[in-house]
């Protein structure tokens, strides 16, 4: 008879002769694991199979029209547009400042205990309800000084609502992604790195421009796509901020600048709107547009995967 | 051509850049607590979270109460929403912890490696899911069934002067939320668990305990404040869960009864959150705002407890040198 070398725990400790306690236990973590994998299957599942039943390529061009019959509803066109252009700009506005706030944090840091009040202020951040997040932002940007950035009423009543507004905020849901993710990056990277360059003469921040930032591109790219698929799932910030409106709604005059003061909607407020909790009922057309947001979250997932994978 | 920057410029300016988060946390809370004054200050401060009356109607009267509404116009007694936002996120959490404990001891001490890779990403795919999207599930399939198949006609029936059930329930809210906030849970405590040092439990098993006793008494007993932080964590999240809610639970500001039995989780509920999304179109009046900064102000806090809670939770595992 061979002798066991190695891992043999396996062999000798057959869940066959547990006590039963142990064997339901056991049943019951197995069964736990497998019920999550069959939520996920099920969810996907499900949702491609509405899909393949009420998504057309046309609804993604049409322009969303008012009605009651979803047949002449019209398609997500503005949504989809209005989800691209919030995500571009939050993304836009966190990732600078998540990384200058990453950098200076790790690479300065003085005085400590300004760094201290600033990595807890992060975490407050990351732990606030985008709900809260958002009426906050609705307090700021109704003050008159920020009016000209957003949607007014006729009689100069300030709404708040924009898509500078609701890029503005959506940056602070985004910002402690792209920020943990550069931070641990910069924390990864051998001290000897630094004192190399350091000891060839360059200063501190020509450092961090030409050594550091080169290395942390994929912590930063990481960072951001986790960020932009919170964007892109966010729905309070964009109920509250963005109006929710149909259409995308421009202000004032100045091409492209009358898009991002103007309101819109996005995937998520479009679902909401369209199923049997909003206005517009419409379960079909619900359906086909979270397919597509679900399908951007999972792309945004699969980037994630990837570039963790090729470093 | 510019001028690179010198070491303090950078220094000053990087530190510049950081200081306006902190400035936005300071913005965050000074705000809202200042637009909820009103409303805390006219309802004599710990009456506001008391019960008396349907918000709903409060909220709806408040609106008619025009730009300058009298003192009086502020009445609100927030309880059927606190209550209701207590009740889901409590629920939620209960079952979510027992959830995620079995799964996590599956992950990291059962699950042959192939599986694991399927799990782990499974999981990852739960947490990226939107909240409408797990909202539209919840209102479009969850729902109706629950309305269909679990609420009897005698129950209705016995309920029809109180509330009408027809499935967007406590129930229903609780399911979609544990499934919501159980990877969260599973990624803090699947962390501990793989970060217990190997020798303990070696150690265990050269014993002879068998592989669930190491996992029990060894694993998850060193990861316990891991657990209580995951729970924490998972709590201050499903506080601010506003979108789902306002889908599936009937969004109604009722205060379920546990004197009605079985029928207490088929009976409607609405948290706060859920309340500030659906008064969103009434936030012109100034009553009607100033109600939901208050909300705002709530869950501002409570979310700002949970979070040192969840730390202060970890700390005796950073002392054994464990990096969560």
Redesign the interface.
């Known amino acids: 008879v061979a002798v066991a070398l190695g891992p043999s725990?396996r062999r000798s400790?057959s869940v066959l002769r547990?006590r039963i306690r142990?064997q339901l236990?056991?049943a019951?973590?197995?069964?736990?694991?497998?019920?999550?994998?069959a939520?996920?299957?099920a969810?996907?599942g499900?949702?491609a199979y509405k899909g393949a039943q009420y998504l057309r390529p046309a609804l993604l061009v049409e322009h969303p029209q008012p009605g009651l019959d979803q047949a002449q509803t019209g398609g997500f066109l503005d949504p989809i547009l209005g989800t691209a252009l919030l995500t571009v700009i939050a993304i836009l506005v966190a990732t600078?400042?998540a990384v200058?706030?990453a950098?200076?944090?790790v690479e300065?840091g003085?005085p400590r205990w300004?760094?201290r009040?600033?990595e807890s202020?992060?975490?407050?951040?990351a732990?606030?309800?985008?709900?809260?997040?958002a009426?906050?932002g609705?307090?700021?940007f109704q003050l008159p000084l920020l009016a000209p950035l957003s949607f007014t009423a006729s009689g100069g009543?300030v709404?708040g609502r924009s898509f500078f507004a609701a890029g503005a905020m959506m940056s602070?849901i985004a910002?402690p992604m792209v920020y943990g993710s550069t931070r641990e990056g910069l924390l990864a990277i051998p001290a000897r790195m630094r004192e190399a360059s350091w000891a060839l003469g360059k200063?501190?921040?020509?450092t961090?421009r030409e050594v550091l930032l080169p290395q942390v591109r994929r912590n930063v790219a990481t960072g951001a796509t986790l960020g932009m698929?919170r964007i892109?799932?966010?729905?309070?910030v964009v109920?509250?901020l963005l109006g929710a409106s149909l259409q995308l709604d421009p202000e004032g005059n100045v091409p492209g600048v009358n898009v991002l003061r103007g309101t819109g909607a996005t995937l998520?407020t479009y679902?909401?709107n369209t199923?049997?909790?909003g206005e517009g009922n419409a379960?079909q057309k619900?359906?086909a547009a979270?397919v597509v947001?679900?399908a951007i979250?999972?792309v945004?997932?699969g980037a994630v995967?990837l570039i963790g994978r090729r470093s | 051509m510019r001028a690179p920057w010198t070491d303090q410029q950078a220094e000053r300016r990087l530190g510049a850049v950081a200081c306006l988060v902190g400035l936005a946390v300071l913005a965050m809370v000074a705000f809202v607590a200042v637009k909820a004054w009103p409303s805390l200050a006219h309802n004599h401060g710990v009456a506001w979270l008391g019960p008396g009356g349907n918000p709903d109607t409060q909220l709806g009267a408040m609106i008619k109460t025009g730009q300058h509404p009298p003192a009086a116009a502020y009445h609100l007694r927030a309880w059927p929403l606190v209550y209701g936002t207590l009740l889901t996120s409590g629920l939620a959490v209960v079952a979510g912890l027992g959830f995620s404990l079995a799964a996590s001891i599956f992950i990291v001490e059962f699950a042959p490696a192939p599986l694991r890779a399927i799990v782990v990403p499974a999981i990852r795919l739960l947490a990226a899911v939107p909240s409408v999207i797990y909202g539209l599930i919840g209102i479009l399939v969850l729902a109706p069934f629950v309305g269909r198949h679990l609420i009897t006609e005698q129950r209705r029936h016995s309920l029809a002067y109180v509330v009408q059930l027809d499935g967007t329930s406590l129930l229903v809210a609780a399911v979609v939320l544990t499934v919501m906030i159980t990877p969260i849970m599973i990624a803090i405590v699947v962390d501990a668990l793989r970060a217990i040092p190997p020798a303990w439990t070696e150690g265990a098993a050269a014993l002879g305990a068998n592989r669930w006793e190491v996992a029990w008494t060894v694993s998850v007993r060193a990861a316990r404040p891991a657990i209580v932080a995951a729970a924490v964590l998972a709590c201050a999240r499903s506080l601010g869960e506003a979108v789902m809610i306002s889908m599936v639970s009937g969004s109604r500001a009722f205060a379920p009864n546990l004197l009605d039995g079985v029928s207490f989780v088929f009976e409607p509920v609405r948290s706060l959150a859920a309340t500030m999304v659906e008064s969103a179109d009434a936030i012109n009046a100034p009553a009607v705002k100033s109600s939901i900064y208050a909300f705002a102000l709530l869950l501002l806090l409570s979310s700002l407890a949970l979070s040192i809670g969840g730390y202060i939770a970890k700390l005796p595992l950073r002392r054994q040198g464990m990096r969560v």
């Open positions: 725990r400790d547990w142990h236990a056991f019951l973590c197995w069964s736990a694991g497998l019920a999550l994998c939520i996920a299957v969810i996907v499900f949702m600078p400042i200058g706030t950098v200076w944090i300065y003085r300004l760094a009040v600033i202020a992060i975490e407050v951040v732990g606030t309800p985008d709900i809260v997040i009426i906050f609705l307090a700021i009543g709404f602070l910002l200063t501190r921040i020509c961090i698929g892109v799932g966010d729905t309070a109920v509250i998520t679902v909401y199923s049997p909790a379960p619900a359906y979270a947001l679900l979250v999972l945004l997932n995967a």
